[in-house]
């Protein structure tokens, strides 16, 4: 078993930064594919970022790619998702998520499941 809990959502205007978090509770965490999907008013879940447990594979949707940056700290128990150049289409609730993902891409494959923190980028 394994508990998300996210931090470090607000509000910055375009092309500003903000770094959101992702604490970890639970056994095995470096064992864990570590995903950050973001979810906007009226629109699907949709992966934004992935690193596998050691941290040597890193995976961006198209539209962060070259803006955002994910990390993890094993001994900490973190994730951490950079972003930079925001905006307003970055707006959305970003979620952590934690499991053994054969798809990447695909929110089914996560069996954990941080509650989100709220981004918004202003114009």
């Known amino acids: 078993q394994m508990q998300l809990v996210e931090s470090g959502g607000g509000l910055v205007q375009a092309g500003g930064s903000l770094n959101i978090s992702c604490a970890a509770s639970?056994?095995?965490?470096?064992?864990?594919?570590i995903a950050w999907f973001r979810q906007a008013p009226g629109k699907e879940r949709e992966f934004v970022a992935a690193v596998s447990g050691i941290g040597r594979s890193i995976y961006y949707a198209d539209s962060v790619k070259g803006r955002f940056t994910i990390s993890r700290d094993n001994a900490k128990k973190m994730v951490y998702l950079q972003m930079n150049s925001l905006k307003p289409e970055d707006t959305a609730v970003y979620y952590c998520?934690?499991?053994?993902?054969?798809?990447?891409?695909?929110?089914?494959?996560?069996?954990?499941w941080g509650q989100g923190t709220q981004v918004t980028v202003s114009s």
């Open positions: 998520a934690a499991g053994f993902a054969s798809d990447l891409r695909r929110p089914q494959d996560y069996a954990f």
């Open positions: 639970g056994r095995a965490f470096s064992t864990y594919v």
